[in-house]
């Protein structure tokens, strides 16, 4: 089955070709990279037509990806952010076949940091959250996000008036009609500049919050959480 990967993308000069270049060593080689780039300001399209990605309009995170979704040719869609890679070179080879064996809708991996012990320990946590409630009330991480192009178009894609959690929203309302699980073959490596950036404790306490304000509030929209797309690299 083809794979589209779709990077929503705002001025990541930086860490973009880590990325591409952790996919382009992938043993798996049965795919598309799409990038949905939001007016970046810096060589950000200029990368990516130099690994030969499809350049498209992006936005804002969710909407970014949506627009990726719209051209995209896969029947498995798969949504990174540009600030991850791809930790080895079979990363994809084997949770493709995962995904496929278990007959999976959507999917996420368990993620893994280079960083600081707090920043080990909030992923460490992060991903016994998201296999605790897998089959209660399914999280996932806008990192990585595995699903079928099929789901994603039955439940329209990203909400793109929630601002904050669209990723965990997404995968609600996809495990509502298919099959979600995690992914254990390999984990994704994601990035810690936000915590760099922002401070642990402000994404902490921003982490529990939306939390609560989904378990409370479910589906309102007016989610006031505020979050800017890739405020580090100017």
């Keep these: 089955m083809k794979l589209s990967i779709i990077i929503p993308t705002r001025n990541e000069e930086v860490y973009l070709p880590k990325l591409l270049k952790s996919i382009r060593k992938q043993t798996f080689q049965d795919y598309e990279t799409i990038v949905a780039d939001n007016k970046s300001e810096d060589k ?3 990368i990516a037509k130099k690994y030969g990605c499809v350049l498209t309009q992006g936005g804002m995170p969710g909407p970014g990806r949506n627009l990726g ?14 600030d991850t890679e791809l930790e080895n070179e079979s990363f994809l080879e084997l ?6 064996d ?14 600081t012990m707090l920043d080990k320990l909030f992923y460490g946590f992060w991903n016994s959250l998201v296999k605790a409630f897998q089959r209660i009330s399914p999280f ?3 990192w990585c996000i595995f699903a079928t192009k ?30 979600f699980k995690i992914l254990q073959g390999a984990k994704v490596k994601v990035s810690p500049r936000r915590f760099e950036k922002e401070g ?14 989904w378990a ?13 797309f890739n405020i580090y690299d100017k």
């Design 140 to 142: 996932a991480g806008g």
């Design 44 to 46: 950000t399209s200029e």
């Design 150 to 179: 099929d789901i994603h178009n039955k439940i329209k894609g990203f909400d793109e008036k929630i601002v904050l959690g669209e990723d965990s929203d997404y995968a609600k309302r996809a495990a509502k009609i298919g099959e």
């Design 69 to 82: 979704a719209k051209i995209a040719k896969g029947e498995i869609l798969l949504f990174l952010d540009s």
């Design 102 to 115: 278990k007959k999976l809708d959507m999917a996420v991996p368990m993620a893994h940091v280079d960083g």
């Design 216 to 228: 409370v509030k479910k589906r309102d929209k007016k989610n006031k959480v505020d979050y800017k």
């Design 95 to 100: 949770l493709i076949e995962e995904f496929n």
């Design 200 to 213: 642990h404790l402000k994404i902490i306490v921003q982490s529990v919050l939306t939390g609560l304000y």
